[in-house]
């Protein structure tokens, strides 16, 4: 193999170029266009399968289970805006699912209206999606969590918060 023939296999896939949409929800309507402008990172969580072993006399083979072993959660970092509106809106979103001050737990039912879509999808560097890959659709999305906030006299970075966010189903939109 040559180095020609690396070259011509083609670009790889790069961890910066990808964009996420997250479907309407009444606490962060006005602010998703700046959503999809402020998140650092997305992590796509692995799929697979529960397997278990059969074994007869001296060999053994593996088996696939009867259940899926996806985590059913995904997470992305965002950079909080001086007005700290996204953080408000992922807050209080989170706070519609579960509140921490007054213990209420909202209802999980077919129309509940605090679970959206949210789609994620790798880009060229032009911004344009890929041919023949469409992403990752995550279905009945809601805010599981808030992450934390540090403060820092000595720093004059932008402060990051992970929101990680729970859902029903993912399709592999490929």
Known sequence: MSIETIQNLGDDALANLFQISIGTI????????????RVQNF????????TYEVHYK???MTKVGGKINAPN???FDFRVDRNWKLYAGFTAW???????STGVI???????????????????????????FNGWLFKGCFVQNVGDIG????NGDPIIVSIT????????LV
């Open 165 to 172: 966010m729970g859902y029903t189903v993912m399709e592999d």
């Open 73 to 75: 959660e995904f997470s």
């Open 94 to 100: 989170k706070n519609a699912v579960a509140n921490s």
């Open 43 to 50: 992590n796509v969580p692995g799929t697979g399968a529960n």
């Open 26 to 37: 009444g606490f962060l309507d006005t602010y998703l266009d700046s959503t999809v402008l």
């Open 151 to 154: 403060f820092d006299y000595s």
């Open 58 to 60: 001296t060999q053994k």
């Open 106 to 132: 909202m209802a999980d039912g077919i129309d509940n209206t605090y679970r959206v879509p949210v789609l994620a999808w790798a880009t060229g560097s032009d911004g344009t999606t890929i041919s023949d």
